[in-house]
């Protein structure tokens, strides 16, 4: 129903404008601010196109903990912290397990969003879905 | 130069009259610090209390500092400098008639309650900062006497003028803490600015550091104790930065740098699990 080009498409070109031409007619002490707004756009731009997988993923991966609970992702997870707090998963190896799978999964997940370069710093490389998925996977069982 | 009291600030620092104090106290200890000039509670002067310091020469930008070739031979001398001049500043001790508005210290268990009493009040759960704060409950070090800590010791609150350490600055959050509390947060990969594989602060190795810390206090330090400082120290970040969104979120201040500051809680999160599931890191790497 909306129109072309498509609402990435536009944040991308406007961050390339906001970059290339207009950052180096800024003063130096403007030059960080213009970066934080294309920090901004592209944090915008990366959680569009990365839709909600990854999240979904998680939701699953949660309710292989918690088979008996409420779907809803949200009240999933606060349960979870709540186990976390507790210490709740120490006292079984395979939870422990699934439990570590969780946060792993989700802290990458989110930084591919807001710092995928700090992944990168750190030697995660940006695709390590496979890897991931498959260490995920075992652990549940 | 003149420090007055920001709009909106962070919970835990200190108003600047009290900061004022403690950057007598440690001038008179022998620190690199600006030099305490004058403070003044009245509004009416500039809108807020303040005070004034002389003004020191030399730049706090972090990227410079770890990243400009031409201070590569200075860092270690700057790192150990670094080591010293904390040394020197837990000289000041409790109790002190003139900081007698910072709070006792409780030791860190009561650090981490402090810090779970913080995650307590955010809506969202943070299930890595849970698991976090829970090895910490259960890895708890012996307390040590407190001594003065600086909690904002790090690569981008000092100056550098010429390779050469001039003033450590930002004193706001200063308070009664654990000797080792600094030494894990200048060591938190959060303040390396672009140089991780520098262990102290981006700009050398942390032999340097500590050497430069041991040589001054003559105290030795046990690594097991800076991994519990370093580990409080990302979870303390994460939640500063939570804060920092906060003055957004709650106080409405419309400032796209401290809204975005919010989204650096999750590097923390990594750091964490980095530190407390090496296995794993490799796994997911």
């Known amino acids: 129903m909306r129109d072309l080009p498509t609402s990435l498409d536009l944040l991308a070109l406007a961050r390339e404008l906001l970059l290339d031409e207009l950052a180096p007619l800024l003063p130096p002490e403007r030059q960080r601010d213009a970066h934080l707004v294309a920090t901004a756009m592209a944090i915008a731009m990366r959680e569009e196109e990365a839709g909600e997988a990854w999240q979904e993923d998680i939701g699953r991966l949660l309710h292989g903990l918690y088979p008996s609970a409420a779907r809803r992702p949200e009240t999933l997870l606060r349960a979870f912290a709540a186990d976390l707090r507790n210490g709740a998963f120490e006292t079984s190896p395979s939870l422990e397990r699934a439990a570590r799978a969780i946060l792993w999964r989700l802290t990458i997940g989110k930084l591919r969003e807001a710092n995928p370069q700090f992944l990168i710093a750190n030697g995660f490389s940006e695709v390590n879905d496979k890897r991931a998925v498959a260490v995920g996977s075992e652990r549940e069982q | ?285």
């Open chain 2, 1 to 285: 130069m003149l420090r007055c009291d920001a709009a909106t600030g962070v919970p835990s620092s200190l108003g600047r009259l009290e900061e004022f104090a403690v950057l007598h106290a440690v001038h008179a200890a022998g620190v690199a610090v600006p030099e305490p000039l004058f403070a003044c509670a009245d509004p009416a002067v500039v809108g807020k209390p303040f005070f004034v310091m002389r003004r020191v020469a030399g730049s706090a930008a972090g990227r410079p500092i770890t990243l400009d070739p031409a201070l590569e031979a200075a860092r270690p001398a700057l790192a150990g400098r670094l080591g010293r001049e904390l040394a020197r500043l837990q000289r000041v001790r409790p109790p002190r008639a003139d900081l007698t508005f910072l709070p006792p210290y409780g030791g860190p268990a009561a650090a981490i309650a402090e810090l779970r009493a913080c995650l307590d009040r955010y809506p969202n759960p943070r299930p890595v900062l849970e698991w976090a704060l829970h090895w910490a409950e259960t890895h708890l070090p012996e307390p040590l006497p407190p001594v003065l800590a600086h909690r904002d010791f790090r690569t981008g609150n000092y100056l550098v003028d010429g390779g050469r350490l001039t003033a450590i600055l930002d004193w706001e959050f200063a308070g009664w803490g654990d000797p080792d509390e600094d030494i894990g947060w200048f060591c938190c990969k959060g303040w390396r600015f672009g140089r991780l594989d520098r262990e102290a602060g981006g700009i050398a190795d942390r032999a340097h550091f500590y050497r430069g810390y041991e040589s001054e206090s003559g105290r030795r330090l046990d690594p097991a104790r800076i991994h519990f400082w370093e580990v409080y120290a990302n979870i303390r970040w994460a939640v500063i930065a939570m804060q920092q969104s906060d003055r957004f979120l709650i106080g409405g201040a419309r400032n796209l740098s401290t809204a975005i500051t919010g989204r650096r809680a999750t590097e923390c999160e990594l750091e964490l699990l980095m530190l407390l599931d090496p296995v794993n890191a490799a796994a997911y790497a």
